[in-house]
Structure formats: structure tokens, C-alpha cells
């Protein structure tokens, strides 16, 4: 991959992929499709134009001969469980009722590793999803993410508190 290819993909996927003096390729890149310099304090504020901007060439870089990219879709993980199904097998004991927190530990039924290893194979796999969302605006610059309710500084393509993936509304 050329610099200049890591430099479209660091404008499309906001990855850092270029560092040290290899940023100014990167740099140049982004005052390259925004027509103008840039000061290196704005990338920041200007990450969702840039992504736009780029998203052309990080297409036309993502093509493998074909006229068009289909998504991929989710595989099943054979590995992973539901945490909340896991939970439930550890929260109600055999006749349905809730286990209070307060009181795991005095709970009459104890159980040993092999009961909880048998317990978890038991349990059916599920693909993971990955976590989306919305930002709410809170009026000024800042905004909240619609998944951990958290308050972040800038809008970005990611919340920093959860991971979770920043949607555009007309995004669905």
C-alpha cells in the first residue's frame, strides 16, 4: 500500500496510518480534497467533511475489479453467547425466581466450575452486532451518545466512552 493509498484510508476510516514526517502526505491529501491549507488543529472539527470527501477514493482504492462492493454480511460466531442469556442462568435459580443480589452468596444452591462450564456450553451462539447509535445534541458543541448517555467533547465516528458507531439519522 503507497502512502498515498494510507493516506486516503486514514481520511476515510480516521485510522492513523501515516506518522512522523509520513503525515505531511496525509496533510497534503486533506488540503488536496478540501481545496484549501488546513491548519493540523482543525482535523478534528473537519473529520466528517473529510470523510466525505474521501469517501470516492477510499471506494475506488476498496474496488477488486468488480463494478460494485456488496457488504459483507455477519457471520455466526460459533464461540460467543449472549451475555443477558448468561446472566438469566445465574440470576433465577430452577424454579424461576430471582436470586437477589444481596444474597448470592448465602444462596442455598451452590454450584461448582463444571456445573457453570456445562451451563455456558449449554447456551446457543449468537453473532455479535456491533454497537450503534446517534448523537444527541446538547445545544452547544458538545454532544451525547445515544447508547451510553455519556458526554463527549467532539462529535466523531465513534463514541470514546463505548465504541459504540456513530450514525448518520438518513443512515438506517
Known amino acids: 500500500m503507497t502512502d498515498r493509498e494510507k493516506a486516503i484510508v486514514m481520511a476515510y476510516t480516521e485510522i492513523c496510518m501515516l506518522t512522523g514526517d509520513k503525515f505531511q502526505v496525509f496533510h497534503k491529501y486533506i488540503e488536496d480534497i478540501l481545496g484549501r491549507p488546513v491548519m493540523t488543529h482543525e482535523l478534528a472539527f473537519l473529520a466528517d ?92 458543541d458538545n454532544a451525547i451518545c445515544g447508547c451510553c448517555n455519556r458526554l463527549n467533547h467532539l462529535y466523531g465516528t465513534y463514541c470514546k466512552h463505548c465504541g459504540a458507531r456513530m450514525k448518520a439519522r438518513d443512515e438506517e
Open 49 to 140: 467533511v473529510i470523510k466525505k470527501r474521501s469517501k470516492a477514493d477510499f471506494i475506488e482504492l476498496c474496488k477488486d475489479g468488480s463494478d460494485s462492493i456488496e457488504p459483507l454480511e455477519p457471520e455466526p460466531c460459533g464461540d460467543a453467547v449472549s451475555r443477558s442469556e448468561a446472566l438469566k442462568k445465574f440470576t433465577y435459580n430452577h424454579k424461576g425466581e430471582r436470586i437477589p443480589d444481596y444474597d448470592c452468596d448465602n444462596f442455598p444452591v451452590q454450584i461448582d466450575i463444571k456445573t457453570v462450564k456445562e451451563i455456558l456450553r449449554d447456551l446457543p451462539s449468537v453473532t455479535p452486532q456491533p454497537k450503534t447509535g446517534h448523537w444527541i445534541d446538547d445545544d452547544g
